[in-house]
């Protein structure tokens, strides 16, 4: 026997850890308070964003997942396909005489079908793993703007170490 079913406007119980998880916030007392405070605040103030964070989450985890096992290789998908065919009905009528064969077009009749296929990769969808995460989580700071300040800086194309030789 099923328990009542669960409210869709209300945090799962391991949610907090995925937050966590997918903002790449430390493992502090007092960042599992910000983040446990900043949830239960979305949970009384507007609980009809939480079903959109939930799905970032589940996006995020599923993401992470694939990119810790390398990804697996996904099946090819149909670029193109061509179809040659008769431009009219087949006649129920078909010439039986050797001569008439030569005189009707036969090409007519046959029928050829190619199909084009290309190999995924992350660039054939548009986007690659790490630019769909980084959109999850921007969502995630929009549904939850406090937890911003807990994230790591993003790095800039201009950091790095100097070296002098």
């Not at 996904?74 to 061509?82: C, G, L, S």
Request: glycine fraction near 6%; aromatic fraction near 4%.
């Amino acid at each position: 026997m099923s328990g009542p079913p669960a409210n869709p406007n209300a945090w799962r119980p391991s949610d907090l850890e995925a937050m966590r998880r997918a903002l790449l916030i430390p493992v502090t007392a007092s960042a599992l308070r910000a983040i446990n405070d900043a949830m239960a605040q979305l949970e009384r103030s507007y609980p009809e964003a939480i079903p959109g964070a939930k799905a970032s989450l589940d996006a995020i985890a599923v993401i992470d997942a694939g990119l810790v096992s390398g990804g697996t290789p996904a099946e090819p998908f149909v670029i193109k396909t061509t179809r040659k065919a008769a431009a009219g009905p087949v006649p129920a009528e078909l010439p039986k005489k050797k001569l008439d064969v030569i005189e009707y077009a036969t090409e007519l009749l046959l029928e050829e079908v190619s199909t084009e296929y290309a190999e995924p990769t992350a660039n054939s969808y548009g986007l690659s793993s790490g630019a769909q995460r980084r959109g999850h989580v921007a969502n995630l700071l929009l549904i939850l703007p406090g937890l911003a300040s807990w994230c790591p800086p993003a790095p800039t194309p201009f950091s790095g170490t100097l070296i002098r030789s």
